[in-house]
């Protein structure tokens, strides 16, 4: 099975306006993390955001906040005010404790933001 | 913030030699450190775990001596690409964290093999 899901393969979203970025994940590890890196047509992987299992409110970085949903086991990502810069390649990823700390990335969602 | 280096950023070589990609911790010791492999339109897949001073642990169906891993200090681990073949061809790229469960995994900017 699958440990990161990304369902949506390419998104197109106007500049300045939200959109959001879905990843869902499985894992029976109490103790987890999850990230989003976003990565550019030079291939440079850069962290956005992260989010711990055990955190209680829903982790924001500047235009960049996650959307934690323990329950479900979601931990979609949500960026406002799009800006052309955002146009890259997005992936969530996790880290299990049990696992050695690993990073296990999702398939990545591609975002083009049009003007 | 914590600076990952990796050096080359892009090689071409021909098939049958061997190619090595350096990867440093600029600012911080890095006991574990981690590579990648991602083909194109694809996402990043873990190939290895290199460890300080011990052997690494590669990941299921990556062969051990094709890619070479040493790691020999706190700040720097190489990836060897023995006896290269085009289907080798692809994006490297390591990574490694300062200590701290909550801190991110820092990349380096990626090696693109092209074997010929």
């Known amino acids: 099975a699958q440990k990161i899901t990304q369902t949506q393969p390419g998104m197109f979203v106007q500049e300045k306006e939200a959109v959001t970025l879905d990843c869902t994940y499985d894992?029976?590890?109490?103790?987890?993390?999850l990230f989003w890196y976003k990565q550019p047509s030079s291939g440079e992987m850069i962290f956005l955001i992260y989010q711990g299992s055990y955190d209680q409110q829903n982790a924001t970085e500047g235009r960049y906040s996650l959307n934690f949903q323990k329950a479900r086991k979601s931990a979609n990502l949500v960026i406002s005010a799009s800006q052309l810069g955002d146009s890259a390649m997005y992936f969530c990823?996790?880290?299990?404790?049990?696992?050695?700390?690993?990073?296990?990335f999702g398939g990545g969602t591609r975002v083009l933001v049009k003007p | 913030g914590a600076v990952v280096s990796q050096h080359p950023s892009r090689v071409i070589c021909k098939s049958g030699t061997s190619v090595k990609i350096e990867c440093r911790s600029l600012d911080f010791q890095a006991t574990t450190m981690f590579w990648y492999r991602q083909f194109p339109k694809q996402s990043l897949m873990l190939m290895a775990t290199s460890n300080e001073g011990s052997k690494a642990t590669y990941e299921q169906g990556v062969e051990k001596d094709k890619f070479l891993i040493n790691h020999a200090s706190l700040t720097l681990s190489t990836l060897t690409v023995t006896s290269a073949h085009p289907e080798d061809s692809s994006f490297y790229i390591c990574?490694?964290?300062?200590?701290?469960?909550?801190?991110?995994?820092?990349f380096g900017n990626g090696t693109r093999l092209t074997v010929t």
């Open positions: 990574s490694a964290r300062p200590q701290g469960d909550n801190s991110p995994l820092h």
């Open positions: 894992t029976s590890d109490p103790s987890y993390g």
């Open positions: 990823a996790m880290r299990e404790r049990a696992a050695g700390n690993k990073l296990t």
